[in-house]
């Protein structure tokens, strides 16, 4: 079993900055990719920004210019949040595409909450 654990989430005026960490345990034997989804009220969880093991980037057209991606080993992705605004209010979601014992899956972390006032 994969578990990922969220922090950094919180309350921020716009403009402002937030960071988010997500790191990965149990028995793992290759994260695919690391990166963030978002769900804000009444809409569709949607990608933010992921990361491959071969360091390819990906970052929702939103969020380009602001938000970095980053990972300083194998089972950790951060998100730099810069210029915040009251949209990127949501729920944001740590996803990990893993190998483990039992195959390829998807695993999602509990989500940490980002508002954004304005």
């Known amino acids: 079993q994969v578990q990922l654990v969220e922090s950094g989430g919180g309350l921020v005026q716009a403009g402002g900055s937030l960071r988010l960490s997500c790191a990965a345990s149990?028995?793992?034997?290759?994260?695919?990719?690391m990166g963030w989804y978002r769900q804000a009220p009444g809409k569709q969880r949607e990608l933010v920004a992921t990361v491959t093991a071969g360091a390819t980037i990906r970052y929702n057209d939103s969020v380009k210019g602001r938000f970095t991606i980053s990972r300083d080993n194998a089972k950790t992705v951060y998100l730099q949040m810069n210029s915040l605004k009251p949209e990127d209010t949501a729920v944001y979601y740590c996803?990990?595409?893993?190998?483990?014992?039992?195959?390829?899956?998807?695993?999602w972390g509990q989500g940490t909450q980002v508002t954004v006032s304005s």
């Open positions: 149990g028995i793992i034997f290759r994260i695919n990719a």
């Open positions: 996803n990990a595409n893993a190998w483990t014992g039992r195959g390829t899956n998807d695993y």
